[in-house]
């Protein structure tokens, strides 16, 4: 089984930093692509940032700039830094990889979601 696991979720002063991680455990996982989404109450879940185990990353515009999106694949593991938090970047905030689990005969693809942890910027 491939469990994702979040921290780092908090409530911050708007202009504070967050850094949340992902840490995804398993036997015999080999992680492709990995993402943060968030969901603000009633909206949406919506891609954040991804990264590509190359290191190539993408982001919503409204996080250009504020938002690092970091991974350790010898770790299995994936950083969010949030700066210059705003209030509407107020939301749950999800982990999501996919990948190949080896730890399982014959070998499965998956796609897991971590349980989500709480970002809450106060004005």
């Known amino acids: 089984q491939v469990q994702l696991v979040e921290s780092g979720g908090g409530l911050v002063q708007a202009g504070g930093s967050l850094r949340l991680s992902c840490a995804a455990s398993?036997?015999?996982?080999?992680?492709?692509?990995m993402g943060w989404y968030r969901q603000a109450p009633e909206k949406q879940r919506e891609l954040v940032a991804a990264?590509?185990?190359?290191?190539?990353?993408n982001y919503a515009d409204s996080v250009k700039g504020r938002f690092t999106i970091s991974r350790d694949n010898a770790k299995n593991t994936m950083y969010l830094q949030m700066n210059s938090l705003k209030p509407e970047d107020t939301a749950v905030y999800y982990c999501?990889?996919?990948?190949?689990?080896?730890?399982?005969?014959?070998?499965?693809?998956?796609?897991?979601w971590g349980q989500g942890t709480q970002v809450t910027v106060s004005s």
């Open positions: 999501n990889a996919e990948g190949m689990n080896y730890g399982a005969f014959p070998p499965k693809s998956f796609r897991s």
């Open positions: 398993g036997s015999g996982i080999s992680i492709n692509a």
């Open positions: 990264i590509t185990p190359g290191l190539t990353t």
